[in-house]
């Protein structure tokens, strides 16, 4: 049904990395949104926590933001968070997000966005009504390491997924996109040799309309 039926682009909720916020990613992603045009709409969201004390980069009207935190403020992709703070009240947002802009047919996310994305698709898979999507892109996607979200990786997440590896990546070094991969059943890794950013060159324009392909096929050809 969705897209397939009807004819329309897809639609992927957009989740932003930490310290980004819906306006800048948006202003990161105009590649992507151009590579992905007729085929796929991207809509991003905000998350709800605001970075505090983010100085020079801090724009008043619109914020640092991230979708939990590690430490009092603060977040590390490899801390082991004894007590990761602000998870429960971003996964509420996403499926508001979900209700009041749908229907979206995927999510696509990028660094914690990816691995809010990856939370997501696990609670989907395991039949949460909140969170109706049938796939997930995921840019420099990790695991959480805070014991309390382990449950997310206990079994195979069985939600088609491609994700985005940068070899050059210093932010999210590659194996850690990999290593999240690998909690998924049949995921597609798709490398490309930059860093950290949402890559849209024709190889992975290519790769994006392909694994798209799956869920609407035929659109725009």
């Not at 007729?38 to 505090?52: D, K, M």
């Not at 047919?105 to 039949?127: H, I, N, T």
């Not at 999507?133 to 088609?160: C, D, N, Q």
Request: one cysteine or more; aromatic letters at 8%; glycine letters at 12%.
């Amino acid at each position: 049904a969705g897209a397939m039926s009807e004819g329309r682009p897809l639609r992927l909720l957009g989740l932003h990395g930490y310290r980004q916020s819906e306006r800048r990613f948006r202003q990161r992603t105009g590649a992507l949104r151009k590579a992905l045009r007729g085929r796929a709409e991207l809509v991003a969201v905000s998350a709800p926590h605001t970075v505090p004390g983010s100085g020079e980069d801090d724009d008043g009207d619109d914020p640092p933001r991230g979708w939990w935190f590690s430490g009092p403020g603060t977040f590390e992709a490899g801390e082991v968070a004894a007590a990761p703070a602000g998870l429960e009240e971003s996964l509420s947002a996403v499926a508001a997000a979900l209700a009041e802009h749908g229907p979206f047919d995927g999510l696509l996310g990028f660094s914690q966005g990816a691995a809010l994305a990856a939370m997501v698709c696990a609670l989907r898979a395991r039949g949460d009504p909140r969170f109706p999507v049938a796939f997930a892109i995921l840019v420099a996607g990790f695991i959480s390491r805070a014991p309390a979200h382990g449950h997310f990786y206990r079994e195979p997440i069985a939600l088609p997924t491609l994700h985005v590896v940068g070899d050059a990546d210093a932010v999210i070094a590659a194996p850690l996109s990999r290593e999240l991969a690998q909690h998924f059943v049949e995921p597609v890794v798709l490398t490309h040799p930059g860093g950290h950013f949402v890559p849209a060159a024709a190889p992975q324009k290519k790769a994006y309309l392909d694994f798209l392909d799956r869920f609407c096929p035929g659109q725009g050809q």
